[in-house]
């Protein structure tokens, strides 16, 4: 089955302690990206990778680091978490053309206290 | 600027009603792509619909359908015959051009902040 696993779906942390989302794909897209998603602001792409070891900021990338070491994995790395990071995050994945849809992880809900 | 803007924070509609939610974009771009995305309460994002900006025709899936309006850069979904489970939160995004990579951006997928739809009895 094509998909996109995102792993934990729920996460509490504390302020300032290291955490990784991990994410995989196994459809071979090139693109990956991450987005959060905040009440009232849509989706926001935090960073995307065009193919391994392509990565690029999006538009809210300060306070996450992330890295394409191999096509199909594309983990979000929270180096100190602080409580403005509290969101839904998704990974997605699609062939890098105009008309490819973007297939979605379930989503990481994480909260930093 | 807001590249995709929804005007409609929240949306009834009457179950077996048509409903049409709105998107307007801004883009200098001429090959662009329109999606429609709905986010049920569950959280997962499902893929509705697609428009591309050259298709002349508007494109259509079961009960949706886009209303492409390319010179006032509109993408409109409408929900025909509306049932419950159409109840979520709905998300217009738009990707651009990959000649976009020039200026950085790749192949982005904006979004827009969503309408909450709420289908009633």
């Known amino acids: 089955e094509a998909q996109v696993t995102q792993n934990p779906r729920y996460l509490i942390t504390v302020t300032g302690k290291k955490l990784t989302v991990t994410c995989s794909q196994n459809?071979?897209?090139?693109?990956m990206s991450w987005y959060r998603q905040d009440p009232g602001l849509g989706l926001r792409q935090i960073y995307y990778?065009?193919?391994?070891?392509?990565?690029d900021k999006g538009d809210v990338p300060e306070g996450y680091k992330v890295s394409r070491k191999e096509k199909r994995n594309f983990p979000l790395i929270l180096e100190s978490p602080s409580p403005n990071q509290t969101s839904l995050y998704f990974c997605?994945?699609?062939?890098?053309?105009?008309?490819?849809?973007?297939?979605f992880g379930q989503g990481t809900r994480l909260t930093v206290v | 600027a807001q590249k995709i803007t929804q005007t409609q924070p929240g949306m009834f509609v009457q179950e077996k009603e048509a409903v049409t939610l709105d998107c307007t974009y801004d883009t200098s771009d001429q090959s662009y792509g329109l999606f429609w995305y709905k986010q049920p309460s569950s959280g997962e994002m499902i893929f509705l619909i697609y428009q591309g900006s050259y298709d002349e025709q508007n494109a259509t899936e079961g009960r949706y359908s886009l209303n492409f309006q390319k010179a006032r850069k509109s993408a409109n979904l409408v929900i025909s015959a509306s049932q419950l489970g159409d109840s979520a939160m709905y998300f217009c995004?738009?990707?651009?051009?990959?000649?976009?990579?020039?200026?950085?951006?790749?192949?982005?997928?904006?979004f827009g902040t969503g309408t909450q739809l709420k289908v009633e009895l």
């Open positions: 990778s065009m193919n391994v070891e392509v990565t």
């Open positions: 997605a994945s699609s062939f890098n053309m105009l008309h490819s849809e973007a297939f």
């Open positions: 459809m071979n897209h090139e693109y």
């Open positions: 995004a738009m990707r651009e051009h990959p000649s976009s990579i020039l200026t950085g951006g790749g192949n982005k997928l904006t």
